[in-house]
């Protein structure tokens, strides 16, 4: 059984920063590809970034590029999402996302286990 548990998140104003983090058990941690997704009010659940198993690939939507920075930890079995210059539009329940494959992935379909997600409200 894998679990992921998503903290970090919170409310802040526009233009500020916050870092996501994910923590994975029950599996080795550097088999995973990592996913960040996230669903606004009212929208559906919209890729935001993903890194690939040994961190070498690394894959934006467009909208957080230059602002949003995912990374990973094997040795403490952890992706984070760090982001900054948050905007409105930013505010959404985040999920982290694990998949059994080396490749980052930006299709929902393509993962295999999620997490409970994690409130950023960002305020204008």
């Known amino acids: 059984q894998v679990t992921l548990v998503e903290s970090g998140g919170g409310l802040v104003q526009a233009g500020g920063s916050l870092t996501l983090s994910c923590v994975i058990s029950?599996?080795?941690?550097?088999?995973?590809?990592m996913g960040w997704f996230r669903q606004a009010p009212g929208k559906e659940r919209e890729f935001a970034a993903a890194?690939?198993?040994?961190?070498?690939?690394?894959i934006y939507v467009d909208s957080v590029k230059g602002r949003f920075t995912i990374s990973r930890d094997n040795a403490k079995n952890t992706v984070y999402l760090q982001m900054n210059s948050l905007k409105p539009e930013d505010t959404a329940v985040y999920y982290c996302?694990?998949?059994?494959?080396?490749?980052?992935?930006?299709?929902?379909?393509?993962?295999?286990?999620w997490g409970q997600g994690t409130q950023v409200t960002v305020s204008s």
């Open positions: 029950g599996r080795t941690f550097s088999n995973y590809a």
């Open positions: 890194i690939s198993r040994n961190g070498g690939s690394i």
């Open positions: 996302a694990a998949r059994s494959g080396l490749l980052a992935a930006n299709i929902e379909g393509a993962y295999n286990y």
